[in-house]
């Protein structure tokens, strides 16, 4: 709760002008916050999330900072979050729709409309097909359960009696269990790639008369993820090897039994993602589970790792680069810098928050056309420089507890790392790399509320790292993990070819087997 400077306003006002000058800088550095406050939770009941300037009228200014445009042209978006305005002689890219092209790899199946009298109308004779019209739509069949029964036939020999012949039992993911491997897999990703909870497919399988409860399921999941421990570590060990790696937390209330109520645990993100710049790395991330957010928790994490992190202001990352003495170099997210300056001015209004903000966008703006220090150095620093310049010398001028005082020396005391991207080509200007990683992590907590234990956590970690890092690769997650799964548990793959199984690997396997097949 914020001190109400008010209430501690003396009787007798002071005659000193400095005095009330000071006390009335006061008063309005309290209101702004107040106002801030105000503004932040109107925004998280009410508000867009989207950052991006735009159209809007005045009316709406005092909600939302969407709409707001310059007078010539429409701005840029603030990050990469939404698309990128193109130049107008670039050629626009045609949306990944279907709409009067169906896919060609889905099956036909054909229903013939046939004419009710095949007789002519005018002379009743034998009517001739001289031609036909066709037309698709996309048709559904709705999941379907079924029971599959495995048989073994024994044989034997008519001449002796010790020549019977049996198949082994194969290896399966649940012994004794009801379930098949792809119906696991499409319970894991129901819940961590389409953050569908347990109850409710508990209630969709019961409307197929398939009665079970939600500690089944669990059980389910938490034997897949004993199985993919492995390759859950393996993957983290390749993200965490890699000379870039983006770095995020996120709360996670986990169910306490002994005291009847959650307590807030933590999930950790690691990904890394070299496309923008055609790097090697391909995109990935790896969830941990951990019960704390401080130095000692990511440092344990990240212990050995050396090279660039790309992350927000959190003061972890700072004590664990100096902690490294130089091993680590932090790279700040200038999306987060830029987020300061707009809640300014979604409160206020503030000419000059407005001003910062059409400067970012014209950064942003370059950095959806280029990729390259060499561009970046010629283009975005001298843009960089002049805002830097243009922040020094407004914060001497406003008053030291202000929100835009605070947005300003927010960007002036991270402003090595929010320029290292300008020095080194790979950096991105900000984290929503990560950023977007973590949207798997909220959906699945706004639809599940908690995990019901840490074993749970764990299990979702490791389920959540493998699924979504398949969805980056735009792979079908079921037919992935069915195939991972059934892989590990047979045995065809082992220990030392788990990377073979990675969801990067295992897409260009698929494709060069595709390929031989054509």
Request: charged share 25%; with cysteine; glycine share 6%.
């Amino acid at each position: 709760m914020y001190r109400l400077i008010m209430a501690i306003r003396p009787d007798a006002l002071p005659t000193d002008p400095a005095s009330l000058t000071e006390m009335v800088l006061a008063l309005d550095a309290e209101n702004e916050k107040l106002r801030v406050a105000m503004q932040t939770l109107r925004e998280m009941i009410f508000g867009k999330r989207s950052e991006r300037l735009a159209v809007l009228v005045d009316e709406q200014l005092a909600l939302e900072l969407d709409d707001l445009q310059t007078d010539a042209t429409r701005p840029a978006p603030a990050n990469d979050d939404a698309p990128a305005a193109k130049s107008p002689d670039r050629p626009r890219r045609r949306a990944r729709r279907n709409i009067g092209a169906l896919p060609k790899h889905l099956p036909r199946c054909e229903q013939v409309l046939e004419p009710e009298a095949t007789a002519c109308p005018c002379c009743q004779g034998q009517l001739h097909k001289i031609g036909e019209d066709v037309s698709e739509v996309l048709d559904v069949i709705p999941a379907m359960l079924q029971v599959l029964r495995t048989v073994r036939p024994k044989c034997a020999c008519r001449s002796c009696t010790d020549g019977v012949v049996q198949a082994k039992v194969l290896p399966r993911l649940i012994e004794s269990g009801m379930a098949s491997t792809a119906l696991v897999s499409h319970v894991v990703v129901s819940k961590f790639a389409w953050y569908l909870p347990l109850y409710r497919q508990v209630q969709i399988l019961a409307g197929q008369g398939i009665q079970l409860d939600r500690a089944t399921l669990a059980g389910w999941i938490k034997r897949a993820a004993w199985w993919l421990k492995s390759l859950y570590e393996l993957q983290l060990r390749v993200i965490q090897a890699a000379q870039r790696v983006f770095c995020d937390e996120t709360p996670m209330p986990v169910l306490d039994p002994g005291r009847h109520r959650t307590r807030i645990c933590q999930f950790w993100a690691h990904a890394m993602d070299d496309r923008p710049w055609g790097g090697p790395s391909p995109p990935a991330v790896a969830y941990v589970f951990a019960n704390g957010r401080g130095t000692e928790e990511i440092a344990g994490q990240l212990m050995g790792f050396s090279g660039i992190l790309q992350v927000d202001g959190y003061a972890a990352y700072k004590a664990l680069a100096r902690h490294h003495g130089g091993a680590i170099q932090l790279a700040f997210c200038l999306a987060h810098a830029r987020r300061k300056f707009v809640e300014v001015y979604k409160t206020t209004q503030s000419p000059f928050a407005r001003e910062v903000i059409e400067r970012l966008q014209a950064v942003y703006a370059i950095e959806a056309e280029i990729r390259g220090r060499t561009a970046r150095r010629t283009r975005s620093a001298p843009l960089m420089a002049a805002l830097k310049a243009r922040l020094t010398g407004t914060v001497d001028q406003l008053f030291s507890q202000s929100k835009l005082a605070e947005a300003i020396n927010y960007a002036l005391n991270h402003w090595d790392g929010l320029t290292l991207f300008l020095r080194d080509g790979r950096v991105e200007v900000d984290s929503n790399t990560v950023e977007r990683s973590m949207r798997p992590i909220a959906m699945g907590r706004r639809n599940s509320l908690f995990s019901g234990s840490e074993g749970g956590a764990e299990s979702w970690a490791i389920l959540a790292s493998l699924v979504n890092t398949a969805k980056l690769h735009e792979l079908d997650p079921q037919s992935y993990l069915t195939d991972v799964l059934e892989r590990i548990v047979s045995g065809r793959t082992k220990s030392h070819q788990l990377h073979e199984l990675l969801a990067w690997n295992w897409k260009a396997a698929r494709h060069r087997t595709t390929q031989a097949a054509a």
